[in-house]
């Protein structure tokens, strides 16, 4: 490492269905750096099409996800476009911007969303860790928590209508009417896991703090973080019997004896904020 601000890619895998990236991302001007990887893990049936979540990690600190809204497919669209287009954007919009010191998250997004030609909809979360705080803008029930120690510190909160429906962008509308922000104080040691509704429908928070605690003391890289707990939420998804997050969500709506998870793509994004040795 140099010092200045860069991107080093790790590892990177992509097969039919998983596909993950490890990157350091040192934050200007501090002494604190994010260690970010993700992972990617389609609904098996659109595996094919890359599956309908999508997620970034850039320069200076910045990481995304977003959640293509599947009915689309029913008007013969493919759903993931405009949640892979959000994504594109919010680098190109860093990049020109030269690391986006200078912008919100919900800048970031309403100029990268202006500049999206698909048609579709999506949730969508956009974070900046600006070496002390981390600043979140949420659209949706895709959402975060920072772990620490080994517990929840800090989360997000599901922005939704009602049962299964959640907020939602849709081209042609502002973000800034929809968006949700978080302010966050940020420590060394912390881990930040950012993803879309199937990581948070199938896992629970407390065991995916217990999941990043024991791949903190196997020494794992972040994006093998983001591929277990993408796995495991995929294990729950597929139980017709097992108690979930979505099954809890379902009977509290009025789905009396509904059980079991919500197999669905997941994108999980996972944040080491490490001490920097420049």
């Known amino acids: 490492m140099d010092g200045e601000v860069h991107n080093k890619v790790d590892r990177e895998k992509n097969t039919s269905e998983v596909k993950s990236s490890d990157r350091t991302v040192p934050v200007a001007s501090s002494t604190l750096l994010l260690t970010s990887g993700a992972a990617i893990l389609p609904h098996p049936s659109k595996a094919a099409t890359g ?3 999508a997620y970034f990690i850039e320069h200076n600190g910045w990481f995304g996800v977003a959640d293509g809204v599947g009915q689309w497919s029913f008007e013969g669209i493919n759903a993931g476009l405009y949640a892979r287009e959000l994504m594109d954007g919010c680098k190109k919009v860093i990049a020109e911007s030269e690391g986006g010191s200078e912008l919100s998250p919900e800048q970031v997004l309403s100029k990268a969303a202006a500049e999206a030609r698909s048609p579709g909809s999506s949730t969508v979360l956009v974070a900046h860790f600006d070496g002390q705080l981390l600043h979140v803008s949420n659209i ?13 510190h800090a989360k997000s909160k599901p922005m939704v209508y009602g049962f299964n429906f959640p907020h939602q962008i849709e081209k042609g509308v502002d973000p800034l009417t929809l968006v949700e922000n978080y302010t966050i104080d940020i420590e060394e040691g912390d ?11 199938n896992v629970y928070e407390q065991e ?3 999941m990043i605690s024991k791949s903190l003391q196997a020494d794992l890289k972040p994006a093998e973080m983001a591929e277990h707990l993408a796995a495991r939420a995929h294990e729950v998804g597929r139980s017709g019997a097992r108690r979930s997050p979505f099954s809890d969500s379902a009977v509290a709506a009025g789905y ?3 059980s079991g998870g919500k197999l ?9 904020v490490r001490r920097s040795e420049a």
């Open 256 to 258: 009396l004896g509904f």
């Open 140 to 152: 949706g029930d895709s959402g975060f928590l920072v772990i620490r120690n080994g517990e929840v």
């Open 208 to 210: 995916s703090a217990a």
């Open 191 to 201: 881990v930040i896991i950012a993803a879309t509704d199937g990581l948070f429908d």
């Open 264 to 272: 669905d793509d997941t994108a999980v994004v996972v944040s080491i």
């Open 51 to 53: 599956g309908e979540d």
